[in-house]
């Protein structure tokens, strides 16, 4: 018996007669219906995901240099990993404080990522650490409520930070050009705002989900 089935018996121990009873009965089974189709959306959602991590790893960075607006704008899209971690931020900036800084700090990072990757900045092992944004980021997302009092909102701008720094070295090796890395920011910061689009129950759905796909390209990398 599930926590959900035990608040359905509380409620029906708890009232005795009269109308009260009927109405806490029904608002326990309510809960324990939600919880259950929240359970079954959320794994529906890990498996679409791991799914597409599985089968999409490859196209996360082709290894060409693109150039013009419209590359640019296309680039995001082009791979899962930076596309998830797009929606990550999204959704985690909308349950921190002081989350709406959260955006432009990742677009900042990450277009100084960028810049030192076109000056020939490189790093080691950058397929696994970008795999790693995603899981750390989905998790965030995942855990923000519960981490609201333990994360200062420095420390996930740090983060956050971080993350996009690392993205941003991997795609300023793909693009060259003013012109398109306007258009690949353009899109990143219209991909962070539709992850901040969701409720509060869908956001931590969306968050855990991210995080499993994350752990599935880190599986797929290493």
């Known amino acids: 018996m599930n926590i959900n089935d035990h608040a359905v018996r509380r409620a029906g121990d708890a009232c005795n007669e ?14 324990a219906r939600a919880g259950r189709c929240a359970r079954r959306r959320l794994g529906a959602a890990c498996a679409m995901l791991a799914g597409l991590a599985v089968s999409l790893p490859a196209a996360a960075h082709p290894g060409h240099a693109d150039s013009g607006f419209g590359a640019g704008l296309l680039h995001p899209f082009t791979g899962l990993d930076h596309l998830l971690a797009l929606l990550a931020v999204g959704l985690w900036s909308r349950q921190v404080r002081h989350g709406a800084v959260l955006v432009p700090a990742f677009l900042i990072m990450m277009a100084l990522g960028a810049a030192c990757a076109s000056a020939g900045f490189a790093l080691p092992a950058l397929e696994t650490s970008i795999a790693a944004t995603v899981l750390l ?3 965030l997302a995942a855990c923000a409520p519960s981490l609201q009092r333990r994360l200062p909102p420095q420390l996930a701008i740090v983060v956050a930070g971080g993350c996009a720094f690392l993205h941003g070295v991997a795609h300023g090796q793909e693009l060259s050009g003013m012109a398109s890395g306007a258009g690949f920011l353009l899109a990143s910061a219209l991909l962070m705002g539709l992850g901040a689009l969701p409720g509060a129950r869908l956001r931590r759905m969306a968050g ?3 995080g499993a796909a ?4 880190l599986a797929g990398v290493v």
């Open 137 to 139: 980021l989905g998790g």
């Open 214 to 217: 994350g752990l599935c390209l």
């Open 208 to 210: 855990a989900a991210i």
């Open 18 to 31: 009269g109308p009260a009873c009927a109405v806490a009965t029904e608002q326990a089974a309510r809960m």
